[in-house]
């Protein structure tokens, strides 16, 4: 089955660092991508990044580009989000997902149950 698994997320100040946590099914690291979204209370899924394997290549959306990194470990099947110098903006429940192309307009074909990230005094 296509299993996803968030984990990292916490109560942080502005100007401090996360790293976030995807583990994948053997189901799901045989889709072509992995993605990052995320969704605050009353708005829409916000695409942050995805990243592809074999080679691994990446995409950021713009409101984070410079700020966060993703990355991937084959061994672990593990898809990490590096999320840097956080702004209050950025506060949201973050999901890994699976697509077909690694793109912002891509959909997302399933997810976890999302992990918290809260970045405010």
């Known amino acids: 089955q296509v299993q996803l698994a968030e984990s990292g997320g916490a109560l942080v100040q502005p100007g401090e660092s996360l790293r976030l946590s995807c583990t994948a099914s053997a189901f799901a690291w045989d889709y072509h991508a992995i993605a990052w979204f995320r969704q605050a209370p009353g708005k829409e899924r916000e695409f942050v990044a995805c990243?592809?394997?074999?080679?691994?290549?990446?995409k950021l959306a713009d409101s984070v580009r410079g700020r966060f990194a993703i990355s991937r470990d084959n061994r672990k099947k593990t898809i990490y989000l590096q999320m840097n110098t956080l702004e209050p903006e950025d506060t949201a429940r973050y999901y890994c997902?699976?697509?077909?192309?690694?793109?912002?307009?891509?959909?997302?074909?399933?997810w976890g149950q999302g992990t918290q990230v809260t970045v405010g005094s």
């Open positions: 990243i592809t394997g074999s080679p691994a290549t990446t």
């Open positions: 997902a699976t697509q077909n192309i690694c793109a912002d307009y891509a959909p997302f074909l399933s």
